[in-house]
């Protein structure tokens, strides 16, 4: 059976589904790896590097493929090129993209959304999210070291001392752990909140200060936050004011599933920032932790100026793509029988949670709830 890795066609993706240090790991299992030409080129990977790992690159790969693997929703005319019953792997956020869905439920293509794989240990090696904003959150910390004019570290010299600086870090999940690990590496001086008792001892387990605002905490389903209501948002962000005035690095990264990010930070409460203060908004393709930042711009707010992540994993191509990948040969492997000849079968078994839990459309039918309610 054939995989094929498609060409990104969205704008400003620079990541590719598969890496060719991975490509043996599909070929062991008995597949034919196809890739569409020029698919690595903005990860700065090469055809040949491909093919030097065993792939074919071909510009029809996709037409003959039983698999076809990318990172974004594969667009409406390459899906209309698809035979019937062709599965996809890719990140298919349902709620956004209702066109697509619909276009591989007509098409009878078999669909799986990375966001959807089941956050249970068993899934961990497929988490995309998670690998993703690994990526985002270290980006976010070596934005801040970069905008900001002045050293992250303690610096003695005999010329003097330069005091650290202050990072505030708020939302402690994946990525925000990882801007506090990455910033603390740094040297900075690191402060940061979350709604979720449990990230308190995470953050102090990275030698950074947690934030105790004696707020409820939010614990919602599945290990997540659950959404603030008015009050306690406006509680919270009056209580966060000194906090963030006393900051040289404001990160945010803080999200409930299926909402909006919070808005946690006014324009007043950055407009108290001192001179020369920069605030990273990991959230603002998402409504925005930080009220006035645009995703993809930075904007001058007061005294600070405020980054606006956009597609933020996709700025550091390389890594993310080699996450990404592990994760899809991992969901593929999981999804895989081997022939007693040693051919590879694309064979998910629905029964399992892991396949159950990822499928968006199979046979001519939506299957994740949610989306066919949404959508039918
Ligand atoms: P996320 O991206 O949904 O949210 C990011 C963070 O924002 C979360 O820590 C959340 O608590 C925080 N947040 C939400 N509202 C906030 C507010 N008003 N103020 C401050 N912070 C706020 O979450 P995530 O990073 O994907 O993961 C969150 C949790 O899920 C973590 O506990 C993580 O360990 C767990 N997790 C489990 C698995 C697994 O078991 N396979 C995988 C990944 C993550």
Request: charged share 20%.
């Amino acid at each position: 059976m054939k995989i094929a890795v498609a060409r990104e066609t969205r704008d400003g993706e620079a990541r590719v589904a598969m890496v060719p240090e991975l490509v043996g790991k599909l070929t062991g299992l008995g597949y034919v790896v196809t890739v569409e030409p020029d698919a690595g080129a903005h990860a700065l990977i090469t055809d040949e590097d491909y093919r030097a790992a065993g792939a074919e690159v071909d510009a029809a790969a996709v037409e003959s493929a039983d698999l076809v693997v990318s990172v974004q929703p594969l667009g409406t005319d390459v899906i209309r090129r698809l035979r019937r019953g062709t599965a996809t792997i890719s990140f298919l956020p349902t709620g956004q993209e209702r066109a697509v869905v619909t276009d591989l439920r007509d098409c009878g293509l078999t669909s799986f959304a990375m966001e959807l794989v089941p956050r249970i240990s068993r899934a961990q090696s497929m988490d995309a999210l998670s690998s993703q904003a690994l990526v985002a959150g270290y980006r976010c910390a070596v934005v801040a070291a970069g905008m900001l004019r002045r050293f992250f570290p303690l610096n003695m010299t005999a010329a003097g001392t330069v005091p650290p600086a202050e990072v505030v870090v708020l939302g402690a999940g994946v990525a925000g752990l990882q801007a506090i690990a990455t910033a603390k590496r740094l040297g900075a001086v690191v402060k940061a909140y979350d709604v979720r008792a449990a990230a308190a001892e995470e953050i102090r387990s990275m030698g950074a200060q947690s934030i105790d605002l004696e707020l409820e905490t939010l614990e919602g389903a599945g290990g997540y936050a659950r959404e603030m209501t008015e009050d306690r948002a406006a509680r919270q962000r009056d209580l966060l004011t000194p906090y963030i005035a006393d900051a040289d690095a404001l990160i945010t990264t803080a999200a409930v599933p299926g909402r909006q990010a919070p808005m946690l930070v006014t324009r007043a409460m950055v407009e108290e920032m001192r001179p020369g203060s920069v605030v990273v908004d990991l959230a603002a393709e998402s409504g925005g932790n930080v009220e006035g930042s645009e995703a993809g711009e930075v904007v001058r707010i007061g005294n600070a100026q405020v980054w606006g992540g956009r597609n933020v994993p996709s700025q550091m191509p390389g890594p993310a793509s080699r996450l990404y990948a592990q994760n899809v040969v991992n969901l593929v492997t999981l999804m895989t029988q081997t022939t007693e000849e040693g051919a590879a079968l694309f064979a998910p078994d629905f029964e399992d949670e892991i396949v159950a839990g990822s499928c968006v459309t199979h046979d001519g039918v939506i299957r994740h709830e949610p989306t066919r309610a949404a959508i039918e």
